[in-house]
């Protein structure tokens, strides 16, 4: 077998791959994939290589990653985690520009690579650390993850093996992004003890279940009797899958029980459910928001939502840092202008519509606001109709008409008249003119001395 030549590779792109070269590769891979180590893991192979990531000398963190791979493969760790993510990732993030958003960029924004670096932004705080080499690829950016296992954030090495010790400098390579801390192990190191423990639980609750929890078949044949043993175990065979034991008639059987099951089985479950809600906490910051509670009120599930309200915008002020601050060299080398502006999550406030449409109410009725009818029919998913402006000119007609109506049906205003009868003066209003605002007014003051009139009296 003859071996493979390669040229010299480039100082440019990392490649990754296998072992087995593809068709048509002109150098040899950067980084030499292996299968990650799944399944059987215990509390000595994660104390194991949490001691080998903190080796001061030679930091090797291939096994603890391999253990992080394995437990994200638990389903309430998997569901906080994905919870964290999507607070930050529904958010909308812009790019202003002179107190207005600019297009260019936020055009890159709305890509899916950008989502992709929001989500390796966030799970930065899971692994411990993201690398990211970023290229062009024609009007987009793209970017590789580097892997976590390939890569040694102390001494800022690329391995080209899990298991080597020394490699290439990044430094070596061209628009390279580092999110995290160079020591730090990430949150999954402090969530890793919870699942083993409740993975093994699990275990041991669903031999005590299949045991202690179905029926057991019991067949007893004549101890000289080879015949009647086969047809009992013939028997047994065909009976079903249920637990089987098959006995001479001179031999006893005792099955020792537990002497509580239900509180045995209870055991089991509230380890399970404690482990669940360290997780919780670690990832969220609260418990109530994800599992029920025999002790949860309304105001204590409404306290810990504001946690992980907290939690969510510290995520969205990290993810800010790095886009702001660690990114701007690489967004200018890519082509996109970031001089003069910022990225920003723009501030929505979440009202549900009975609220909103009884604040548009009141900004009516009390202070007269304008609104857009065009704002009202978006805002609440109504269809605007086809001869909208017909209507409208309907609408305004109809109001015309009530106005003029009603100003016709008003008294005669007859002030310019003078009124010298004394008898008017202190005879009461008519109901007409209790109605008209102007006969209110001037009832309010004295009347004015007549010329020729007698003198005042003081």
């Keep these: 077998m003859t071996k493979r ?4 590779a ?63 493969m638990d389903t309430h760790l998997s569901c906080v985690i994905e919870k964290r993510r999507n607070a930050v990732l529904c958010a909308d993030i812009e790019f202003w520009r002179d107190g207005k958003p600019d297009e260019a960029v936020n055009e890159q924004i709305k890509s899916p690579w950008f989502s992709r670096l929001v989500t390796d932004i966030i799970d930065a705080k899971m692994w411990g650390f993201s690398l990211c080499q970023f290229y062009r690829q024609g009007e987009w950016v793209d970017y590789d993850l580097i892997p976590r296992k390939h890569a040694d954030p102390v001494r800022r090495l690329i391995l080209r093996h899990q298991t080597d010790i020394t490699g290439t400098s990044w430094d070596e390579y061209p628009d390279l992004l580092f999110i995290g801390s160079p020591s730090d192990l990430g949150l999954l190191a402090k969530a890793a003890p919870w699942v083993i423990y409740k993975r093994n639980t ?21 101890t000289d009797d080879e015949d009647s043993r086969q047809r009992a175990i013939d028997d047994a065979y065909n009976a079903g899958s249920l637990a ?35 997780i919780s906490k670690l990832i969220l910051g609260n418990t109530l928001t994800t599992e029920s509670s025999e002790n949860g009120t309304q105001a204590l599930g409404t306290v810990h939502k504001k946690v992980e ?13 790095v886009l702001n601050y660690d990114m701007t060299d690489i967004f200018q080398r890519m082509g996109i202008n970031t001089f003069g502006g910022e990225f920003c ?26 609104v857009s009818d065009d704002y009202l029919y978006e805002e609440f998913g109504v269809e605007k109709p086809a001869d909208y402006d017909k209507l409208k000119a309907e609408q305004l007609q109809k109001k015309e008409a009530l106005a003029s109506i009603a100003n ?3 008294p005669a205003d007859d002030d310019d008249e003078p009124d010298n009868s004394d008898d008017k003066k202190n005879s009461e209003p008519s109901p007409k003119q209790k109605k008209s605002f102007k006969n209110w007014l001037r009832s309010f003051f004295a009347k004015a001395p007549q010329p020729g009139g007698a003198d005042l009296e003081w």
């Design 309 to 321: 309200d907290r939690v969510a915008q510290a995520d969205r002020r990290y993810i800010l840092d």
């Design 244 to 278: 089987v034991f098959v006995h001479g008639k001179d031999t006893t059987l005792n099955l020792v029980e537990a002497g509580n099951k239900t509180g045995s089985a209870d055991v089991y479950e509230r380890f399970c459910e404690r482990c669940n809600n360290e």
């Design 5 to 8: 030549k390669y040229s010299k």
């Design 345 to 370: 999550f723009p501030e929505q406030k979440d009202i549900d519509p009975p609220t909103k449409m009884n604040i548009l109410t009141q900004l009516r009725a009390n202070f007269q606001l304008p």
């Design 408 to 410: 016709q049906q008003l």
């Design 202 to 222: 699990t275990g041991d609750w669903s031999q005590f279940s299949e045991v202690f929890g179905m029926p057991i078949q019991e067949y007893t044949y004549e």
């Design 10 to 72: 480039p100082k440019g792109k990392i490649t990754i791959g296998g072992n087995i070269p593809q068709q048509g590769q002109q150098h040899p891979n950067v980084i030499v994939l292996t299968q990650p180590k799944r399944f059987g893991i215990d509390i000595a192979d994660f104390t194991s290589a949490v001691r080998a990531a903190e080796d001061v000398d030679f930091s090797r963190r291939y096994k603890l990653y391999d253990l992080y791979s394995d437990i994200l």
